[in-house]
């Protein structure tokens, strides 16, 4: 499985930016999906996650209420929506999928995920 993660860009605070993580080529399977962040110097972080069948999420409580983590068909794994982005939003966001028979269960350890895209740099400005 290869993804690519893509719609970061640079924006000012009150912004919004919509990440979408989809297969680069596609295969068979259902597969959850989590959002991470990394931001210089600081460790990966968790930041939203989704079931396979989209009925269940989980977000970090630094982005509950702004970001929104969903999906619509097999070849998008997810989209992040990120409205009122702050500046301590600024970090490199990484999409990953984790292939699992349990299509309505996310996931919230990074070392649970099977797949990784190559991230996306998203910078807020003040």
């Known amino acids: 499985v290869q993804l690519q993660a893509s719609g970061g860009g640079l924006v000012q605070a009150g912004d919004s930016l919509r990440l979408s993580c989809e297969h680069s080529r596609r295969t068979f399977g259902t597969y959850a999906t989590g959002w991470f962040r990394q931001a210089p110097g600081k460790e990966r972080e968790f930041v939203a996650a989704?079931?396979?069948?989209?009925?269940?999420?989980y977000y970090a409580d630094s982005v509950k209420g702004r970001f929104t983590i969903s999906r619509d068909d097999a070849e998008i794994l997810s989209y992040l929506q990120m409205n009122s982005l702050r500046p301590e939003d600024t970090a490199v966001y990484y999409c990953a999928a984790k292939r699992t028979v349990y299509t309505g269960k996310y996931y919230l350890s990074f070392r649970e995920y099977d797949y990784w895209g190559q991230g996306t740099l998203v910078t807020v400005s003040s």
């Open positions: 989704i079931s396979w069948s989209g009925g269940s999420t």
